[in-house]
């Protein structure tokens, strides 16, 4: 009886976390659009390029892996695969998460001044950077897509992205609370996050990863998510583990991820 009332309630908390996050986008979408517009204009500001900088960011991080690996170091992959392809495909997306995951620490002390001290809509706060994020990489995959590989396979890159969004949405609002909460985590994040970079198949594909550590492929949502992408764009091989794990991983999120984030926004105006 007790394990039937859970499952009852942990599907009704799934049901609403994917409901009432679509929800709330919804009817907040023109103050999302501004807080999207005042966003974009606080971080370029006083710049000479202006907006151009939040495309410009991710081509020149990649600009810099691409001269250190592709040539000074040489590295080649196997069977035939143009590293060039490969890691320009994977980094993109990883860009696109880690700065995602790293912005949503901070996303609710970035925009105190905004609730701290007025009614608002706190609950569209994490989802901020996945909007503004996911519009940029969009841009970026789009030419970056049709380049290497084909313009037919731009709409797959489109779709990967939104899908990514969608994916990161229980992990934006965990990550918003934790981040407000727990300070320290902030200070440990970036090498949990350069960690996950080298434990992920961009730098190098699936089967280089020595035998003893294919664990970590297993365990990473993220190496699933970059072999779809790779199969997807370029045919790679993939199965059907890389979809499940991390579906299953989102569907056990979603639920207490909104919960959490619902009963702990009463006391978010008292931390910040």
Known sequence: MFIINFLKRYIFATKLGLLEPLQAIYQHRYLLILLIKRDIATRTTGTILGHFWLIFQPALQILGFWFLLDMVLKIKLPNGVAFIDYFLLGMLPWLFISEILSRSLNILPEFGGLYKKSVFPIEILPILPIILAAVLYILVMIPTVGILENINKIPIAIISILLIAIWLIPFAYLLSIIGLFLKDIGQFFPFMITITLYLTPILYMPTQMPEAMQWALIINP????MALIHAGIQGLPWDW????????????LIGPAWILFKRAQPHIREVV
């Open 222 to 225: 993220i190496a699933d998510i």
């Open 241 to 252: 583990g890389n979809v499940l794990r991390p579906l299953i991983l989102w569907i056990l």
